[in-house]
């Protein structure tokens, strides 16, 4: 298990009418959804996959709508 470090800074001001955190945490391992998340659907092979499910939806709309028709109506 990896340890999470944090650095926390509190800075007060004389006058008492501003306050400052500032919080640093260093960088986790991504978990595996988080992973695939970030190299499936980000940057240029983000936009390709988003476009193929564009297209796959498409396809398979068509492909049910004509079958759907074709049963509808056809002739007894």
């Known amino acids: 298990m990896n340890t999470n470090q ?14 400052q955190v500032t919080i640093n945490v260093s960088k986790i391992e991504s978990t595996g959804c ?7 659907c980000t940057g240029r092979l983000g936009i390709v996959m988003k476009a193929l499910g564009g297209v796959a939806t498409l ?16 002739c007894e």
């Open 34 to 40: 988080k992973r695939v998340y970030s190299k499936l």
């Open 6 to 19: 944090t650095d926390v800074q509190y800075c007060r001001w004389n006058d008492n009418t501003q306050e």
């Open 59 to 74: 396809v398979i709309t068509f492909i049910i709508g004509y079958v759907t028709g074709y049963y509808v109506h056809r």
